[in-house]
């Protein structure tokens, strides 16, 4: 699976839009791009996830650029409880497919 | 939405004892289940593959005769901690994938935070 760079930390303010890169430039073309969180203390949320069109649900939207080496994620008001670190990860078949997970992305919404 | 209910959520107990999670989908099938251990300020490393009705694949480093895995159903997995030290306290947590053949995103328990005293 390909390997993803995402920064360490991001700060928002509330009510504004998060927006959250990831790096993906060895993605191959049959590997998806999923994005989840972890809050404190609990198990990791899954946001959406995308091919190569963009994409949105209730949680957020995800953008991915036309040669599909990065994407970014788009929580579009963002509120307090949405501080959390949050995962890009790249892979082929989702279901049973083992994940790895990166360091991924601190964000912290501040008030 | 798709839930996996993990149990128990919090546990304390003495230097060598052996300790049971389970980790069960509430609403789908599961053929497969994964467990991950998040040590403090740590991302999540995986333990372990489950598979329904076959032996667990651990990763490199992982004991199995330690980590004792079962997925006895397509809707439960456990992990046994068995003589469990200090060092196992850790944040456990599993995650499930559906059948089918169908693209469906994993789900996580809300893990299980162990403490070994």
């Known amino acids: 699976d390909a390997k993803t760079t995402q920064p360490p930390s991001m700060d928002c303010a509330e009510g504004r839009a998060a927006n959250l890169p990831c790096n993906h430039s060895?993605?191959?073309?049959?590997?998806?791009v999923y994005w989840y969180r972890q809050i404190h203390s609990q198990g990791p949320q899954y946001i959406i996830h995308g091919l190569k069109n963009n994409e949105t649900n209730e949680m957020a939207s995800l953008i991915i650029t036309e040669d599909r080496k990065s994407s970014t994620l788009i929580l579009p008001h963002a509120t307090l409880r949405d501080t959390a670190v949050y995962y890009c990860i790249v892979i082929s078949n989702f279901g049973n497919e083992k994940l790895t997970f990166g360091t991924g992305t601190r964000l912290t919404i501040i008030p | 939405g798709a839930v996996v209910s993990q149990h128990p959520s919090w546990v304390i107990c003495k230097s060598g004892t052996s300790v049971k999670i389970e980790c069960r989908s509430l609403?789908?099938?599961?053929?497969?289940m994964f467990w991950y251990r998040q040590f403090p300020k740590q991302s999540l490393m995986l333990m372990a593959t489950?598979?329904?009705?076959?032996?667990?694949?651990?990763e490199q480093g992982v004991e199995k005769d330690k980590f004792l895995i079962n997925h006895a159903s397509l809707t439960l997995s456990t992990l046994t901690v068995t003589s469990a030290h200090p060092e196992d306290s850790s944040f456990y947590i599993c995650s499930a994938g559906s059948t089918g053949g169908v693209r469906w995103p994993q789900h996580f328990g809300d893990g299980t935070r162990l403490s070994i005293l």
């Open positions: 489950s598979n329904e009705g076959s032996k667990a694949t651990y």
């Open positions: 060895t993605i191959s073309g049959n590997e998806y």
């Open positions: 609403d789908f099938q599961a053929t497969t």
